[in-house]
Structure formats: structure tokens, C-alpha cells
């Protein structure tokens, strides 16, 4: 399939590249990627599993990603002062995002689908799951967090080690190569190779600089989500490494115990990252929560 162009999208009315694979007829899977991730970041061995178990999977740019709309007309986004509790340099929030994905199923003709969601896009599938309800059949989340501070933790020596992104191609994809060997799986094989592919493409969509960083403000604005994660009847499925640097184990053991009869699945040796030799599983796994 190829990648169509969904306009005037969500109460924000923006544009949200998108790329639909499998039977149209068949359920409906909505995959949200993490923060600065763009739609070709979902494998495409994985999106092909997924099809291969009767399923239509829908990916797409968030906001400030790939070829959707991006905000690049905000103020610069503050990090430390967010952090501190000083918003006034937060564009929007992880409940715009939600709207967003919403909107984007409206768009499509959907009133509901399953929603999968890694990293960041975890905490917009768990954001749409509270405030869109009747819109999520149900609910994955992967490598992510409840947005309580003391769980999901990142590693912040592993990840300042790696430094800013280069401002030219090559160096780009050198970079993305060592930030994802070093916050990866290690109890995986890394193909550098694919890793350099995808950065590739990714580097020739979109290499808006400040985008992540709007996305990350986003985060920290939009609170702890355990007291509401806790009212959710939705069927769902936590999916997390023993490994992440990124977002401690604690992050998904905390959203499976906040939502009621969510089921849990660890991963020794995985990372922030997700490894080849468990898109089988991963597909399993969401097509019976399906």
C-alpha cells in the first residue's frame, strides 16, 4: 500500500500522513509510534505479521513526525522548566495527540479500533482509552509508562551519552545507528544494517530537529495517568524488556496493574526496541487480545 494523505484532521485540523496494509473487512489495528518516530519505524516484518493473523493495520505520522503536520511555529520548547512545572513552552499535549489518532479514525470511517502503541504512542493509546472510550476496542501498550514519575524511569547517563543528532544525512544515520545499538535489546541481534535503511528514510521525510522535543514537553505536561488507568474496562495487553533504558520495566509493570484484567508479558534481554526475533510473539499476542 502506499502512503495517503488524511487533511483537517481532529479538533486541531491538521494533516496526518498515513499507510493502511491488509483486508479493509478485517479488524481494524491502529499503530502509534513513540516520541520522534515516524510511521516506517513500525517494522515492516511486524505490520506484515499482524496482517497475516486477519488483521487491517493502520499506521501513521503523529504530529511532528514524518510527513504530518508539524508545529514548528511554537515557541521552543523548554524542557528543563517543563520539568520544573513551568508549561509556557508546551505546544500541545499527549490529549491533543489522542484527538489527533481519533481523528484520523474518524477520517477513515472507523468508530473504533484496537490501538497499539509503543513508547510514546503507548501513552497516547492510554490517553485515548480514558478520554475517547467508545473509540478503543482495545488496548496495547508497549515499552511504555503511566506517566507517574517514580515508574518508568529513563537512564538518563545512557541517553545524554549519545549526544545531539548531526545535522546532515550521514551523520544522522551513523547516530541512529549507536542510539539504538546502545538503548536496543542486548539480548537480541542488532542489524545495523536495517537500522542504517530506516534512519535513511526517516532522515529524507523529516528531520525537523526541535519536533522531539515538543513531543517530549507534551509528556511531561500531561501528568500521571494511574488514578484514571485505574477506571478503564478495556481488554488489554502490557508488553515490556527487563532491558529498557529508555522507560524502566517498572513503567509496564505499573500500567498492567493499573487497568484491570490487563495482561503482562516480559521480556528478558529486550530494550527500547523492537527485536525481530519477537515479532512473531507480539503478533500472537495482540491478535488473541483482538
Known amino acids: 500500500m502506499t502512503e495517503e494523505k488524511a487533511c483537517g484532521v481532529g479538533p486541531s485540523t491538521i494533516d496526518v500522513v498515513y499507510e493502511r496494509l491488509g483486508d479493509p473487512d478485517d479488524p481494524p489495528v491502529l499503530l502509534i509510534m513513540g516520541g520522534g518516530a515516524q510511521l516506517i519505524n513500525w517494522p515492516d516484518g511486524f505490520c506484515a505479521a499482524l496482517v497475516e493473523?486477519?488483521?487491517?493495520?493502520?499506521r501513521f505520522d503523529n504530529r511532528d513526525a514524518g510527513l504530518s503536520t508539524h508545529f514548528s511555529d511554537a515557541p521552543a520548547p523548554d524542557f528543563q522548566a517543563a520539568m520544573a512545572g513551568d508549561?509556557?513552552?508546551v505546544p500541545y499535549t499527549l490529549s491533543d495527540m489522542a484527538a489527533d489518532a481519533v481523528g484520523l479514525l474518524d477520517a477513515l470511517g472507523y468508530d473504533s479500533a484496537h490501538i497499539v502503541g509503543a513508547s510514546q504512542g503507548g501513552m497516547i493509546g492510554q490517553t485515548m482509552a480514558i478520554e475517547h472510550p467508545r473509540w478503543?476496542?482495545?488496548?496495547?501498550?508497549?515499552?511504555?509508562t503511566t506517566g507517574n514519575p517514580e515508574v518508568g524511569r529513563t537512564n538518563m547517563a545512557a541517553f545524554r551519552s549519545q549526544g545531539e543528532p548531526p545535522r546532515d544525512r550521514a551523520g544522522f544515520v551513523d547516530w541512529r545507528v549507536r542510539v539504538l545499538r546502545a538503548l536496543g535489546s542486548p539480548g537480541y541481534a542488532f542489524d545495523a544494517e536495517?537500522?542504517?535503511e530506516v534512519a535513511g528514510r526517516c532522515w529524507d521525510r523529516d528531520h525537523d530537529q526541535t519536533a522531539m522535543l515538543r513531543q517530549a514537553v507534551a509528556v511531561v505536561a500531561s501528568g500521571?495517568?494511574?488514578?484514571?488507568?485505574?477506571?478503564?474496562?478495556?481488554?488489554?495487553?502490557v508488553m515490556h524488556g527487563t532491558d529498557d533504558p529508555v522507560l524502566d520495566i517498572s513503567g509496564g509493570r505499573a500500567t498492567a496493574a493499573a487497568i484491570a484484567g490487563a495482561k503482562l508479558l516480559t521480556f528478558e534481554g529486550m530494550?527500547?526496541?523492537l527485536p525481530r526475533e519477537l515479532w512473531e510473539t507480539f503478533a500472537d499476542n495482540i491478535a488473541e487480545l483482538v
Not at 482495545?138 to 515499552?143: K, R
Not at 495517568?225 to 495487553?237: M, S, Y
Request: net charge positive; aromatic share 2%.
Open 87 to 89: 508549561f509556557s513552552t
Open 136 to 144: 478503543v476496542r482495545s488496548l496495547t501498550s508497549i515499552m511504555s
Open 271 to 273: 530494550g527500547h526496541s
Open 224 to 237: 500521571d495517568r494511574t488514578a484514571r488507568l485505574r477506571e478503564l474496562r478495556v481488554p488489554a495487553l
Open 194 to 196: 536495517a537500522v542504517a
Open 53 to 58: 493473523r486477519g488483521l487491517h493495520v493502520i
